[in-house]
């Protein structure tokens, strides 16, 4: 092996051995804020729509609440929604259930369009509820960016 090889797989090594490892709080400060539309439920005269929230962010949430708009069957902007969660600790679900005023098979769309409010722990505001956002949906309704 010439020297010049054996010089960088030395080198390689060194910085190997001084770089910090990565501690479980590093890697959940990477995690996902989930939100889920988990059901659409027809009820007198409107449609119950259930949220769930997971914070797997790796920070504790004093705030959190998004703006989602609802589109119709015929794919126009029919309503907005302010989705509140509130306080949610590292490794905390919530639950939240909206009313609307129309039947369930008259949304086709609810769009995340941004964070409404997003509070760290220390009550300053956080990008992470956007930039950890991972939406999906268990109904028949598309549900995200």
């Not at 890697?27 to 439920?41: C, D, K, P, T, V």
Request: glycine content about 6%; some cysteine; hydrophobic content about 45%.
């Amino acid at each position: 092996m010439p020297l010049w090889s054996r010089c960088l797989v030395t080198l390689s090594a060194a910085l190997l051995a001084i770089s910090p490892a990565v501690t479980p709080a590093a890697a959940q400060e990477a995690g996902e804020f989930r939100l889920e539309l988990n059901n659409l439920e027809p009820v007198d005269n409107g449609c119950r729509l259930t949220f769930v929230a997971f914070n797997a962010t790796g920070i504790e949430l004093a705030q959190t609440s998004y703006d989602v708009a609802v589109f119709d069957d015929t794919g126009a902007v029919s309503e907005r929604l302010i989705l509140e969660f509130g306080h949610l600790p590292e490794d905390k679900t919530r639950v939240v259930q909206f009313l609307l005023n129309r039947g369930c098979d008259q949304i086709s769309r609810l769009l995340l369009n941004e964070a409404e409010e997003c509070l760290d722990a220390a009550g300053q505001s956080s990008r992470i509820c956007m930039e950890a956002l991972s939406a999906s949906s268990r109904a028949d309704v598309i549900f995200g960016s």
